[in-house]
């Protein structure tokens, strides 16, 4: 089979390689339907995460069950299926407390890489959901956007407590931040501000229910966040980048008793203690328990009433896997969808 190795950073190449099996009884194998590219995949092709040897890459993904191993009982061969980038077995105490990417068995969830024909789930029956059918052409990119990047967008805006009548700021316009804003929408904010300097994304950004757009970022992003909150700050705050400008100008953002729901990964970012103890600024995040949203969102993407399959605005085949890494480092594309 096809699938895409990172060698070194900027060196991503599609090879043939060998295609999985079943490992343990509890895996599945999936042919994959649509893979992409993830923001996150960025970190290591840019250098600032190491690369260690050439590594199989990709974690978003949906297909069709291939094969089951024999003590799996949710998922069957020929099923359509989605999963998220950890494998959870879905039943331990901390999955039912809805953190499945802190399950007590987790992995990670596209075993021997996503972006490939093929891809192992480990624990198959606590991480892949079953869409009520196979899934019309046109449902796919947006099954696949549940697969992380809505999930994690929704979690965002959980964490910040978003709720009906609450001013909710985005930090962060790449297709997190941007399902984001969509994800406050649907949970009933009132008013949605998307920080954004590309018009593209801004563009995006209201349609999926932005009020306002910010084009400042750092202190002047705050500065303009309060000008637009009575000098208060936002109710909550998304932050979806992952650095220490990112963060700060999210907590900042945020009026004191407010919430900032954090899912940009995280790189080397360090919190001043004493500020943050006089902001009263709430701070919940992670890596987004997608498993938990996962059956809601596939709802809301068969009843056509969420469309976020938007964000891919470059689609390619795998083999050209490497020109969708590059648009999207380069930020011409917002994400690329990979057909296998
Ligand atoms: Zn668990």
């Not at 900027?10 to 390689?17: A, C, K, L, M, P």
Request: aromatic share 6%.
């Amino acid at each position: 089979m096809r699938g895409a190795v990172l060698y070194a950073p900027g060196d991503i190449r599609v090879d043939d390689r060998e295609e999985p099996t079943i490992v343990e009884p509890t895996d599945a194998v999936i042919r994959m339907a649509a893979t992409c590219v993830c923001g996150s995949d960025l970190w290591p092709y840019r250098g600032i995460e190491e690369v260690d040897g050439p590594s199989p890459m990709g974690h978003e993904y949906v297909g069709v069950v291939e094969e089951v191993g024999s003590e799996v009982r949710n998922v069957k061969p020929g099923q359509f299926v989605v999963g998220s980038f950890f494998a959870s077995d879905n039943t331990c105490e901390i999955c039912r407390a809805g953190y499945q990417t802190s399950c007590v068995q987790r992995q990670p969830g596209a075993a021997t890489g996503a972006q490939a024909q093929y891809c192992r789930i480990p624990l198959a029956d606590g991480t892949l959901v079953a869409t009520p059918d196979v899934p019309p052409a046109d449902l796919v990119p947006s099954l696949l956007a549940a697969s992380d990047v809505l999930g994690t967008g929704w979690f965002g805006a959980v964490a910040a407590e978003v709720c009906p009548g609450k001013t909710v700021a985005v930090v962060g316009d790449g297709a997190v931040g941007l399902l984001g804003v969509l994800a406050a929408k649907q949970l009933g904010a009132e008013r949605i501000i998307a920080m954004s300097r590309h018009e593209s994304r801004q563009k995006l950004a209201l349609e999926f229910g932005a009020t306002d757009i910010v084009t400042e970022r750092g202190d002047d992003g705050v500065a303009k966040i309060k000008d637009l909150t009575d000098g208060l700050g936002a109710h909550s705050v998304i932050e979806a980048v992952g650095t220490q400008e990112s963060m700060m100008q999210a907590i900042r953002s945020t009026r004191p008793g407010g919430h900032v729901g954090y899912v940009g990964v995280s790189h080397d970012v360090e919190l001043p203690g004493q500020e943050l103890f006089f902001s009263h600024v709430h701070l919940h995040g992670g890596p987004a328990p997608v498993r938990r949203f996962l059956p809601d969102l596939i709802d809301l993407i068969w009843n056509r009433t969420i469309d976020p399959g938007k964000v891919f605005d470059l689609t390619l085949p795998l083999d050209q896997a490497a020109e969708g890494y590059k648009a999207m480092d380069e930020r011409r594309a917002i994400k690329t969808l990979l057909q296998p």
